[in-house]
């Protein structure tokens, strides 16, 4: 089955700065990298996703790239503000797979 | 309703108690899903229940824990004489089909005492 990887565990940067989280996966056939953003209390919430076919993505602040030959992607988000803080999930799935593999998470704080 | 809900919120219980989870799924969603979220894990993969098909109950983790769906809406997952490691945040989502779109409730945080 699939195996994603998440770095790093924590991450904490001043606010405005940018913050970058990656991930790898092991299923060279998965084709769909969603993001989730999930504050204290809360279900996770999706925040932005990409699909095979495409290398980048952005949505504001936000920005997600893909490496289909290297199995990794990556979540970028600029200019962060201290609403950014929050734990931060990335998942892959292949076409067959409803499930969604995630990565263990990362644990983002901006500091005012 | 606006999004998924889930009762209770929080469920504190002696070890060896059944509990039970219930959760709403977003009117029309067809596709409902069940994870676990241990503290400082991941989210691992319990249920899916996908309309009139039957489940794929492959990521409940041992015979104590099953879950339903009545009438293509509100699922319950049940778990049986609960141990302590079974605390955890249980989260349920839906989507409108397929794997896309997740969109999932609050959870219900579970201690086992």
């Known amino acids: 089955g699939e195996n994603v990887e998440?770095?790093?565990?924590?991450?904490?940067?001043?606010?405005?700065?940018s913050a970058v989280i990656k991930c790898t996966y092991s299923d060279s056939a998965s084709n769909y990298f969603p993001w989730y953003k999930?504050?204290?209390?809360?279900?996770?919430?999706?925040i932005i996703d990409i699909r095979s076919n495409v290398g980048e993505k952005k949505d504001?602040?936000?920005a997600v790239t893909l490496n289909?030959?290297?199995?990794?992607?990556?979540l970028h988000i600029t200019e962060t503000q201290p609403e950014d803080s929050a734990v931060y999930f990335c998942a892959a799935s292949n076409s067959n797979d409803y499930k969604l593999s995630f990565g263990a998470g990362t644990t983002v704080t901006v500091r005012a | 309703g606006a999004g998924v809900s889930q009762s209770p919120s929080n469920k504190v219980t002696e070890k060896g108690k059944d509990v039970e989870l219930r959760c709403d799924p977003i009117s029309g969603h067809t596709a409902l899903y069940w994870y676990r979220q241990s503290l400082?894990?991941?989210?691992?993969?319990?249920?899916?229940?996908?309309?009139?098909?039957?489940?794929d109950k492959s990521g409940l983790p041992s015979d104590r824990f099953s879950a339903?769906?009545?009438?293509?809406?509100?699922?319950?997952?049940?778990?049986?004489?609960?141990?302590q490691e079974d605390s955890a945040v249980y989260l349920c989502a839906s989507t409108f089909r397929g794997r896309e779109g997740r969109v999932f409730g609050p959870g219900t945080r579970l201690l086992v005492l």
């Open chain 2, 40 to 55: 400082g894990q991941g989210l691992e993969f319990l249920i899916y229940f996908q309309g009139n098909s039957a489940p």
């Open chain 1, 68 to 74: 289909k030959t290297a199995k990794h992607f990556s």
């Open chain 1, 38 to 46: 999930q504050e204290l209390g809360k279900g996770p919430q999706l």
């Open chain 1, 6 to 17: 998440q770095h790093p565990s924590t991450l904490s940067v001043q606010e405005g700065d």
């Open chain 2, 68 to 83: 339903e769906r009545t009438g293509g809406s509100v699922s319950t997952l049940t778990i049986q004489r609960t141990q």
């Open chain 1, 60 to 62: 504001q602040r936000i």
